[in-house]
C-alpha cells in the first residue's frame, strides 16, 4: 500500500496555484514512491467553470484527507486560508501528522530593537500574524517550516 500525502493550500489565484504546481512537484521528485493528493487537481470537483455543490466538494476532499497518513498545509497568505484551516481541523481530529509551510519575511528580525519597540504602538507591528489555535492544531501533531526546502525535507520524518 502506498503512503498518501494530503495537499492543502488555497488554490483560487493564479499565482497560488503555480506556487502549488511548482511545491508539489518538488514534493513527487523527491518521493516519488507517496501519492499526493491535490484539491487542486481534482477536476470533477474544483474545476470552476463546471459545478459541484458544498457537499460534494467536503465529502470529496475529506476522503482524500481521511485516507492520507500525512497532511501538509501552505500557511502562507494575509490570513491562513478558510479551508486549509478546516482541513488542519480535520486531520488533527484524526490523528493525522501535519506539516505547515509559513515562509512570510515578516517573521524576520525578532532582536530588531526598533521592531520590537514599534510593537508598542497601534498598528506598527512590523511582523505577521499568523492564527495561534491553527498553528497550536498543527504543532501538537506536527511542526511548521519556513522554508520550503525543509518543509519538503522534513515529510520522510512523518512518513
Do not use: C, H, W
Amino acid at each position: 500500500m502506498s503512503k498518501k500525502i494530503y495537499f492543502a493550500s488555497p488554490l483560487f489565484s493564479e499565482m497560488e496555484k503555480s506556487y502549488n504546481e511548482k511545491l508539489v512537484l518538488s514534493i513527487r521528485e523527491t518521493y516519488p514512491e507517496i501519492d499526493v493528493y491535490v484539491p487542486q487537481e481534482q477536476g470533477e470537483i474544483n474545476d470552476k467553470n463546471a459545478y459541484a455543490d458544498s457537499m460534494a466538494i467536503a465529502k470529496y476532499d475529506t476522503e482524500a484527507l481521511l485516507a492520507s497518513q500525512l497532511m501538509v498545509a501552505v500557511l502562507d497568505g494575509s490570513t491562513i486560508d478558510v479551508g486549509v484551516a478546516t482541513e488542519i481541523g480535520v486531520a488533527y481530529q484524526a490523528g493525522i501528522p501535519i506539516i505547515g509551510l509559513y515562509t512570510d519575511s515578516r517573521q524576520q528580525g525578532a532582536t530588531n530593537l526598533q521592531k520590537l519597540a514599534a510593537l508598542q504602538e497601534v498598528a506598527e507591528s512590523q511582523f505577521s500574524y499568523v492564527n495561534l489555535y491553527t498553528v497550536g492544531l498543527i504543532k501538537m501533531n506536527g511542526a511548521i517550516y519556513s522554508t520550503s526546502e525543509d518543509f519538503i525535507t522534513a515529510i520522510k520524518d512523518y512518513l
